[in-house]
């Protein structure tokens, strides 16, 4: 019989309303192995069948559908691994919410995955000026990736430039400090695909330390991030996006709508070699446009910063550093930006600016008030010279260090 099986597997009941908006066929919802085992014995084999993407054991069992219904159109709807994407049997892997316009029936067949990647491309390449989509991560927890992805913010809003932060990272991080009780104002809002406009993006953002903050809540589902970030990108120039670390089905839809993904590394060797996997994630699987910078957090000495430039000599990505600061590292209150309140006038900020700069191939604009209040002319880059790592530290007051600088 001329039917649509839709397994929804999590997606219930979104997926089949959505399928039976296509119109094409009549819609049967298997919700477990007996269910599909009836609908087929009474109806025999489907036109086509859909399995939501949460289907436990996705793999062997849309190969197991597949060779059962070996006539049958079997789409995929939502996010896939890269592994999960390599091995899957499907006619057909479309993000869930479906693409505007996506019709399984056409000919010639759509093929979603392609056109949903030249779509991010054509928005990331359009010319847009200054406009930045920036993706804040790291292999492992702790190495920096809150403090950074704020300090970017502060660092550009000083500029005068519009400028959000997407806490995206729900994993947790050293402050919690932009968790939210109520999941209706953070990310969360974007779990479904309703349009958002100016008023209501703004409704969801909370201001933190100067900064508009979009909070996170709980597990980030990759779609909304998607959503989160197209819908901040309409209204501000520059978006920032805390990450969560590794490489996560997150990351792997973001990145086609990033202009720069920074990755923060640490120089403890466990740290390096996380960095250096990740990485190779990165050659292998990256193929949008997004530019990838390497960041070393919490320089102490030239050797560290040299150990993992050898070890990540294979990757052509700039390799950047941001000395430790113990002022950053003994703090305990989530607000303590140094670059806020530095005026400029400490070693860190210098080599955060001239990070920035070149992380985000930005011309600090003349209201960089960062800059502003006898500034060092130098850019920490050109000031790498013997004795520059001794002046930062030579004659800091000996604190203890913050539990959270060395986790995980
Ligand atoms: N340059 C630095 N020097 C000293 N301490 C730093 C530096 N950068 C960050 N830290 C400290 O390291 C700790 C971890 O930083 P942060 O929370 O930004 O990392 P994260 O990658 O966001 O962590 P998580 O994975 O838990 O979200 C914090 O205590 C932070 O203050
Ligand atoms: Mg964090």
Not at 51 to 58: C, Q, R
Not at 71 to 93: H, K, M, S, Y
Not at 230 to 238: E, G, I, L, M, S
Not at 312 to 319: F, M, Q, R, S, V
Request: glycine content about 6%.
């Amino acid at each position: 019989m001329d039917y649509i099986l839709v397994i929804p597997a999590g997606h219930s009941p979104v997926l089949a309303q959505a399928v039976e908006a296509w119109r094409i066929a009549p819609v049967e919802v298997a919700h477990n192995p007996s269910e599909l085992t009836t609908i087929t014995g009474e109806k025999g084999e489907p036109r086509m069948i859909v399995v939501g993407a949460t289907m436990p054991n996705l793999v062997p069992n849309v190969a197991a559908l597949k060779k059962k219904f070996p006539n049958t159109r079997l789409i995929v709807a939502g996010t896939l691994t890269p592994e999960q994407l390599r091995d899957i049997q499907a006619d057909d892997v479309v993000r869930f919410p479906f693409p505007l316009g996506y019709r399984p029936d056409e000919d010639p067949v759509w093929t979603p995955m392609h056109a949903a990647k030249t779509a991010a491309q054509e928005e990331v390449d359009k010319p847009t000026g200054k406009d930045r989509v920036v993706l804040v991560t790291s292999a492992k927890g702790g190495d920096g990736k809150t403090t950074v992805a704020m300090q970017l913010a502060i660092w550009l809003a000083k500029q005068k430039v519009p400028v959000v932060v997407i806490d995206a990272d729900y994993a947790g991080n050293a402050h919690e400090w932009v968790k939210v009780a109520n999941p209706a104002q953070s990310i969360a809002a974007f779990d479904r695909e309703i349009p958002f406009d100016r008023a209501a993006f703004e409704g969801l953002l909370v201001n933190r330390g100067g900064v508009k903050v979009l909070p996170c809540a709980r597990v980030v589902h990759p779609d909304a991030l998607v959503r989160a970030i197209r819908t901040a990108k309409a209204f501000y120039p520059v978006v920032i996006v805390d990450m969560h670390q590794g490489w996560t089905p997150q990351l792997i839809l973001a990145k086609d709508f990033a202009t720069h993904i920074l990755v923060l590394t640490t120089a403890s060797e466990r740290r390096i070699s996380k960095t250096v996997e990740f990485l190779q994630e990165l050659k292998d699987k990256h193929d949008a446009p997004a530019k990838v910078r390497v960041i070393i957090n919490r320089v102490k000495h030239e050797d560290e910063e040299r150990r993992v430039r050898a070890a990540l000599g294979d990757y052509d990505t700039p390799i950047l550093t941001l000395p430790f600061q113990e002022g950053l590292a003994v703090d305990t209150d989530p607000d303590f930006i140094p670059i806020r309140d530095s005026g400029g006038k400490d070693q860190y900020a210098t080599a955060f600016r001239a990070m920035a700069t070149r992380a985000l191939d930005w011309n600090p604009s003349k209201n960089d008030e960062t800059t502003s209040k006898g500034a060092p002319k130098k850019p920490a880059t050109q000031a790498k010279k013997p004795g520059w790592f001794a002046s930062l530290f030579g004659g800091g007051q000996a604190l203890s260090k913050k539990k959270g600088a060395a986790r995980r």
